[in-house]
């Protein structure tokens, strides 16, 4: 009797008791009633299902029979597919079915939505984050399918270090993984039911888990005999209809069409796929829940065998015996069959009388061609199959077995052509097995075995020594190989046969060691390790030569175990020119560091990517930044160019001059660069990069005393210009003053004679006071005129500077109006000068009236006097002053103040910003040619909104029994200098800010400096108590010196304070900007001036 076949339907039988049981549980209200009549759909279900009917999506397995499958048209089959019909009569809706041979491409479908239902799925935690699941409405266990013989009591619990199949992506394939760690098992997933049936069949797996009615049906479909049922799992198929998460209103709908199915109909729809007759040949093998069915059968044929015992004891026995002979041959055929199906082979019938050849179905399928016999005429099969290359080979094997009459066997390889056009190898093998009346061989039957993946491997095999064979023989580096334990070369490449003079001949009697120039102690290491550890990669030894040189050779060697033989093979390649290079290479980076760090210019090494390499100890004296400081460029960009606008701008140009560097091998500059120094002072240097490998190196040329020069030579040049133009003006304002005096003589004589002439009563009197009283004005303005030629007929007395403008008061502050508050300040001593009275009497005028016309509404204007002496370095800083005692005298206003453009052109003549007729440009320029005529100089300083000082300087004059004079130090005498205190000095204009720096170093202190008041409060926050003085500018754009000075003495309350200003220290104070008593220096100041305050302020007590 056919075991599969009783096999199959056992499980056929046990599938369909379960299911009829499982259908005891669905509930009672199914059992009647009209299947329209039961189903109520809510407003918002039905609107959905008939505005989305393309969203009704519906995917099938086209490979689950009898649950779900394509038929052989393609149409949606089995017990899903009529539940499936059932709900869609019911909510009058046709889903579109769309079949799906992949089950894992299925369930991702429905987790995004393209799959709206699947008709047949089994719930599980995992799926549930996707899809709504109906009740169930059939279920069936999951059983455990051996090989024949297993025990049949098995449970999970007993696959304890066993294979076992499931179909990835099935309920069953989480079951498994959820058990297996517990028991002990390895889950071997399969494509399909199909698959994992034969992997268990064939013993490739120890069990397969699948559900019961499915597996009884492939079992049946595919006739697989040596399977059976070993036992059963506590887990079921609980089918439910699946719906995606992204359609609840189709679920809900869906759900009550399932509750609305008639129970008849539901059972009908299982009894269709699953259901049997049971023959009277059932074996006591089938499960214990059919027994009473099994044990009706046993005792129905034990009846007829009694009754008929005598009449057909013999015709039993024959059946009996074909029996046995027939199950043999079915035994045999299926491990024929199982053979051919695992050695992928096809075994083929040929009739050469009849000039036709039979094909199994293992053939057919071997080649992928339909599962089927084949049958086709001699010179069809060969023009269809057989390689027109391999056919006179194949034939010739072919017709020589024939032509022997058919004695032994024949063999030929040759290729077949596949279902797809490709074409495999195959090893075929015949023999005669009948002959004609002749004796001519009448039929052969042969086996062809797929060798594809053997050629395959043949030919890799073949390619892989070829390429190692020439990798060998064409290595620029010595290889040989030589036996393990004699040492005896069994093969060497052609650089190692050039290298030793050798020829291939003499390779049998030469031996490894009689090459070797390692010392004896370095090779009994180098064996011991190599036999210790296998392998040995580039030892590098040093050897002696012939010629007593020293050589450096890379040793790697490998143990090979080729045919049950050890063999060693080893590479040795002379490194002797690389290590030399090497040595070479350290020295002369040693040089190039040595030369690099010595360099009297700045340089730093940078690479590619801007990190900093390397630095001279030259451009840390320039700038003052370390490598600490800037590690890599991002630091020096924020550190060398503080200002963001103008580092943007660099920074744009570097990476030019990067690329630029990069692409050429000559050397580039980004021209002149503004640098911040460590310090704050800024210098402008010449920046330069030249590529070498792969880094940068910088050049860094200090060019900034070259730009001082020039800076100061174009001042001067600018002086000398302005000298010369104001000298033509006067040429020509002193020529008309002349002519113009004496037509005024000429004018106010005759006035002044028809005056006496005239009555006082007469109308014309009035008159010729009116004409007299404009030629005097006009005489006056020719003076100015004169004084500003510096050709006006002066007659120079000696003068007490305060005593003459202390007489001026009174007029002065009648010029000056009510709106206006006079202050003076006479400086102490003796500020006596040799000046004419009148000139000195236009130059306060003159100061004061200007002084006055730059106040809006009320005011404030100060006059102050002092003595003061000029060294010669101070006069090198300043090209208009020259050594010597100087009396000053100061006029200061509180007014609208000027920009810088105004005070260039403040001393030309005709210059002027008031109104139309409100100034005749030439009072400054008269006040200007006074003080050149009298061997004096004169300054401005002023900022819009601050107001002005205008700063007279006449040579002081010493009369011969006065006393000398206290004066400051000379430039001959010792400055006061300093202890190493640390001064920090404020200044918002760059160059005054590098000067003063100068000047305080110079004097022995160390300096620190900011161009900002936010500067200088990070430094003290940063430095705190180690700052003993700070020395400030009083008017800076963001805050004034005494607000600054108020906020450093809350962080360190003992530092000491220099306040400096061009303005006067009165004009400061009256301001309201600093109070009395302070500690103050008038800009400009000389080296020893400044010695002696800083001193002053710093041996004071605070």
């Not at 696959?159 to 889950?187: I, P």
């Not at 020119?577 to 020295?587: D, S, V």
């Not at 460590?678 to 880094?695: L, Q």
Request: glycine share 6%.
């Amino acid at each position: 009797m056919n075991h599969g076949l009783r096999l199959s339907k056992q499980l056929y039988l046990a599938a369909f008791l379960l299911l009829s049981i499982s259908l005891l549980s669905v509930p009672f209200t199914l059992a009647g009633g009209d299947k329209h009549g039961a189903l109520e759909l809510t407003p918002e279900e039905r609107i959905w299902l008939d505005e989305n009917p393309d969203k009704l999506a519906l995917w099938f397995n086209t490979e689950f029979p009898p649950i779900e499958f394509a038929s052989d048209t393609g149409v949606f089959t089995g017990m899903g597919a009529d539940v499936i019909a059932l709900v869609e009569d019911l909510l009058d809706v046709a889903f579109i079915r769309q079949p799906c041979e992949d089950w894992n491409r299925h369930l991702t479908a429905l987790a995004s939505g393209e799959c709206a239902i699947a008709p047949t799925i089994v719930a599980t935690p995992e799926r549930e984050a996707y899809a709504f699941f109906t009740q169930p409405y059939a279920t069936v266990p999951v059983v455990i399918i051996t090989r024949r013989g297993a025990s049949h009591d098995m449970t999970i619990n007993d696959l304890l270090g066993k294979r076992v199949a499931v179909v990835s992506g099935y309920a069953t394939e989480s079951y498994a993984s959820r058990h297996s760690l517990r028991v002990g098992f390895n889950v071997v997933p399969v494509s399909n039911v199909v698959e994992g049936l034969h992997t268990v069949s064939l013993g490739h797996v120890d069990a397969f888990l699948e559900n019961l009615a499915v597996a009884a049906y492939y079992i049946d479909r595919e006739g697989i005999s040596n399977l059976s049922v070993a036992g059963a799992t506590d887990y079921a198929f609980a089918w439910s209809i699946g719906v995606s998460r992204r359609y609840p209103l189709l679920f809900s709908a869906i759900q009550k069409a399932i509750d609305a199915i008639p129970a008849n109909e539901m059972q009908a729809a299982h009894r269709k796929w699953i259901s049997l007759e049971v023959s009277n040949w059932l074996s006591p093998e089938t499960w214990r829940l059919i027994w009473v069915i099994a044990g009706f059968g046993v005792l129905l044929i034990a009846g007829l065998i009694v009754i008929t015992y005598a009449l057909r004891r013999r015709l039993r026995e024959k059946v009996a015996n074909l029996e046995q002979a027939q199950q043999k041959i079915i035994e045999q055929a299926d491990r024929l069959r199982l053979a051919t199906e695992a050695l992928q082979a096809g075994v083929w019938d040929s009739y050469p009388i009849q000039q036709k050849t039979h094909l199994s179905r293992q053939w057919c399928a071997m080649l992928g061609y339909p599962d089927a016999a084949r049958e086709f005429p001699e010179e069809e099969f060969i023009r269809t199959f057989i390689h027109p290359d391999d056919l006179p080979a194949a034939d010739k094997a072919f017709q020589g077995h024939i032509a022997s009459g058919g004695h032994g066997q024949f063999e030929a390889e040759f290729r077949l052509r596949r279902a797809d056009g490709t074409w495999c190898w195959v090893l075929c093998n015949g023999r005669a097995v009948e002959w004609d009346e002749n004796g001519a061989v009448s039929r052969i039957i042969g086996l062809d075995v797929n060798i594809q993946s053997i050629k395959e491997n043949q030919e890799r095999l073949a390619a892989s020594e070829a390429r190692f064979r020439a990798v060998f023989e064409n290595a620029p580096y010595a290889i040989v190989i030589s036996d393990s334990e004699t040492g005896q070369l069994l093969s060497a490449n052609n650089e190692f046969l050039q290298r030793r003079g050798l020829d291939r001949t003499a390779l049998s009697t030469a031996n490894i060691w009689d090459f070797s120039s390692l010392p004896e102690e370095e090779a009994i290491d180098i064996i011991n390790t190599l036999w210790t550890t296998g392998s040995i990669k580039n030892r590098e030894a040093t050897v002696t030569r012939k010629d007593g040189s020293l050589g450096h050779l890379l040793y790697s060697s490998v143990i090979l175990e080729i045919e049950d033989k050890k063999q060693i093979l080893t590479m040795t390649v002379d490194v002797t020119e690389k290590r030399q290079a090497e040595e070479a290479l350290k020295q002369s980076e040693a040089r190039f560091r040595s030369l690099f760090k010595m360099a009297p210019v700045p340089l730093a090494a940078i690479s590619l990517n801007g990190e900093i390499l390397d630095v001279n100890d030259r451009l840390t004296e320039v700038v003052g930044y370390t490598m600490d400081d800037a590690p890599t460029m991002d630091h020096w960009w924020r550190l060398a160019y503080p200002d963001p606008d103008y580092r943007k701008r660099l920074m744009a140009g570097w990476q030019d001059t990067i690329d630029r560097a990069a692409k050429s091998a000559t050397p580039v500059t980004m021209g002149e660069i503004r640098v911040t120094c460590k310090n704050g002072i800024e210098r402008t240097m010449i920046i330069g990069a030249n590529r070498i490998e792969e880094s940068l190196l910088i050049s860094f040329f200090d060019i900034t005393a070259r730009k001082k020069a020039e800076a100061e030579r174009e001042k001067l040049q600018e002086q000398l210009l302005q000298a010369q133009k104001l000298e033509a003006v006067g040429v020509l304002a002193g020529g008309v003053a002349h002519d113009f005096n004496n037509m005024l003589g000429a004018i106010i004589g005759f006035a002044e004679l028809a005056i006496e002439a005239t009555d006082s009563d007469s109308p014309q009197y009035k008159y010729l006071e009116n004409i007299l009283q404009a030629a005097r004005h006009s005489a006056d303005l020719t003076g100015q005129l004169l004084a500003f030629a510096r050709k006006q007929t002066i007659v120079p007395t000696v003068l007490d500077l305060n005593a003459s403008v202390e007489g001026l008061l009174k007029i002065l502050s009648r010029l000056m109006g009510e709106n206006i508050e006079l202050a003076w300040q006479p400086g102490p001593g003796h500020c006596t000068v040799r000046l004419d009275p009148s000139q000195l009497n236009q130059v306060v005028t003159n100061l004061c009236i200007n002084a006055r016309d730059a106040i809006v509404d009320v005011g404030n204007i100060t006059l102050e006097t002092d003595t003061l002496f000029f060294d010669q370095d101070y006069c090198d800083t300043h090209a208009e002053f020259t050594p010597g005692e100087y009396v000053m005298l100061a006029v200061s206003d509180n007014g609208v103040g000027m920009d810088r453009q105004t005070m260039d052109h403040v001393f030309d003549p005709f210059f002027t910003t008031k109104k139309q007729g409100k100034g005749t440009g030439l009072g400054l320029a008269t006040v200007y040619g006074i003080v050149k005529q009298n061997n004096g100089f004169i300054s401005v300083y002023s900022e819009p909104g601050n107001g002005s000082t205008f700063r007279v300087y006449f040579p002081r004059h010493r009369a011969e029994e006065e006393e000398e004079p206290d004066r400051p130090e000379s430039a001959e005498e010792p400055f006061t200098t300093g202890r190493k205190e640390t001064i920090l000095i404020v200044e918002d204009d760059p160059v005054l800010l590098e000067m003063g720096t100068i000047m305080v170093q110079r004097l022995g202190y160390s300096v620190m400096a900011a161009a900002t008041p936010q500067e200088a409060l990070e430094m003290v926050d940063t430095h705190g108590t180690a700052i003993d003085l700070m020395i400030t500018d009083v008017v800076m754009p963001e805050m004034n010196g005494k607000y600054l000075a108020d906020q450093i003495q809350e962080i360190c309350p003992e530092i000491r304070l220099i306040f400096m200003s061009g303005y006067t220290a009165n004009v400061i104070v009256h301001q309201g900007v600093l109070e009395e008593g302070i500690d103050f220096i008038q800009k400009p100041f000389s080296l020893q001036n400044l010695a002696a305050k800083i001193r002053e302020v710093l041996k004071r007590t605070v």
